[in-house]
């Protein structure tokens, strides 16, 4: 009996729902479920689809664009990389696979990709074109920076140390 008294004795635990870490941003939950995605059709990293165009070159990615890439069995290197290649462009994207090859392995960084496997298929063209640049920003240089900044060739670089001269210079004015 005592053993009967103590199971009455002990209250079952009340069910609590495990909580986040509050609100999220929608913009934070995008690259995770995008990554989820990508993952499951065989990317382990979905830029590799978004920049096909500058990895391969925009003439090469309006022919062919990749589907998969596949890797042995635990591992992440000397992977097949699935590509579908519209029908008349089959012989020409066959015969500079292993130009593809290396500039795959050159965005990754290492020996991602040893194969390449051509399925003919419709290809949806990727848009090689550039995204529209923001328009420049109509607040003035500091003049101390100014003459510095124009001597970088890279525009892009240029115009993002630009916006950080800016930033800084607001930075140091509300303070004053």
């Known amino acids: 009996m005592a053993g009967g008294q103590m199971e009455s004795d002990k209250k079952p635990k009340q069910y609590t729902r495990p909580r986040g870490q509050g609100v999220r941003a929608i913009g934070d939950l995008m690259p995770e479920i995008g990554r989820t995605a990508f993952r499951r059709f065989g990317f382990v990293q979905s830029s590799v689809v978004t920049r096909w165009p500058e990895i391969v070159g925009p003439r090469h990615a309006q022919v062919c664009s990749p589907e998969a890439i596949r890797f042995p069995p635990g591992e992440k290197a000397e992977g097949i990389l699935h590509l579908v ?17 290396e500039r795959v392995n050159r965005f990754f960084g290492y ?5 390449v496997k051509l399925r003919q298929g419709a290809v949806n063209p990727v848009q090689a074109d550039k ?8 607040k003035p240089i500091p003049l101390e920076l100014g003459d510095s900044l124009r001597d ?21 004015r509300s303070k004053t």
């Open 111 to 115: 020996r991602a990709v040893a194969r």
């Open 85 to 101: 290649v519209a029908p008349a462009h089959a012989p020409l994207i066959q015969q500079v696979v292993p130009e593809i090859i």
């Open 131 to 138: 995204p529209a640049k923001p328009p420049p920003s109509l």
């Open 152 to 172: 970088i060739g890279d525009p892009e670089l240029r115009t993002v140390l630009e916006s950080l001269a800016r930033s800084l210079d607001e930075q140091d």
